[in-house]
């Protein structure tokens, strides 16, 4: 029976619920829901506030089989549902849908939705979103209002997305502010990771030269994620850095080579640093280098071109 919760949202009993969902599977393996029956859509979206976790993925799912006649009452959920529980699975349900009409719902619950996880599960429904929602993205980093939180989801989705946005990328590394070159460089990384794209490598390479620390420690780590031999002289290089995090990113990315040639480097790192403030870090990144040297064979960075 259904009733009022003190938000002032619908509620079901579980027995509802499951006789809905039941329900609806049976018309689903028929070929036979009414998708276009904006009152059982509605309610379905009103299941994924179930206290159950198990029910709220199997009506995600439905919605999810339903696709895109669901999307509409989706946002509307995501953007106006006083339930938090129901906003989170809304925007978890978009993962499956990818939807690119609801981008722009996307990229307010990303950017305006109190709750964190809401925040997060619309960060990774746009990047399953693709190339098409790097545009988005670059915006939401270049807006001074955007929280430091919500620019590192915006980072995370960009590199996420990586070589599926390639085009759309490049331009930003022109950008004029740090944020936005700092998250191109990390989805640089899989981007040449993918496809070898020389271009998005020289880009790279390009950033190592960035006046901007932040951007070349990004530069330096994504160089350690290639594991490519031909890259450790670059990463030998940013141990001589004037920028600790650049220093530091180098250090740590020399560590996990798994290659005798990181060492000599690491090792005279260490001696010039002495007690200064990556003197830790790189008493751990020699060490642990030498130890994986001594317990088993040698692993080189992956071969290629």
């Known amino acids: 029976m259904a009733g009022t919760d003190r938000t002032g949202g619908a509620t079901f009993s579980a027995e509802d619920n499951d006789m809905l969902l039941a329900a609806v599977s049976a018309q689903l393996a028929a070929g036979a829901f009414p998708d276009q029956d904006g009152a059982i859509l509605a309610r379905l979206v009103e299941g994924l506030g179930d206290q159950r976790g198990l029910v709220r993925f199997g009506f995600a799912e439905r919605l999810a089989a339903i696709g895109l006649p669901a999307a509409p009452f989706l946002r509307h959920a995501l953007r106006e549902h006083e339930n938090v529980a129901v906003r989170r699975a809304a925007a978890k349900t978009f993962t499956l849908i990818k939807d690119p009409k609801s981008m722009a719902t996307l990229g307010e619950a990303l950017t305006e939705d109190p709750d964190p996880v809401v925040q997060g599960s619309a960060a990774g429904a746009l990047a399953e979103l693709g190339g098409e929602a790097v545009p988005l993205l670059l915006t939401i980093l270049e807006d001074p209002r955007t929280s430091a939180f919500c620019k590192g989801l915006a980072a995370w989705a960009l590199a996420s997305i990586g070589a599926r946005g390639a085009e759309q990328l490049r331009p930003a590394m022109e950008s004029p502010l740090v944020d936005v070159r700092a ?5 640089l990384g899989d981007q040449i990771q993918n496809s070898d794209d020389q271009e998005a490598l020289t880009l790279l390479h390009q ?49 996990k080579c798994r290659n005798g040639a990181g060492l000599p480097p690491l090792e005279v790192a260490q001696q010039r640093e002495g007690d200064g403030p990556l003197a830790t870090v790189l008493a751990l990144a020699v060490t642990q280098l030498r130890r994986s040297l001594e317990t088993g064979p040698e692993e080189e960075f992956r071969t290629g071109s």
């Open 207 to 255: 950033a190592l030269e960035d006046p901007s620390e932040e951007v070349q420690a990004e530069a330096v780590t994504a160089f350690g994620k290639l594991q490519h031999p031909r890259f450790l002289p670059v990463l030998a290089a940013s141990l001589e850095s004037p920028f600790s995090e650049v220093r530091k990113n180098g250090a740590l990315a020399l560590m």
């Open 183 to 187: 998250a191109v460089v990390g989805a």
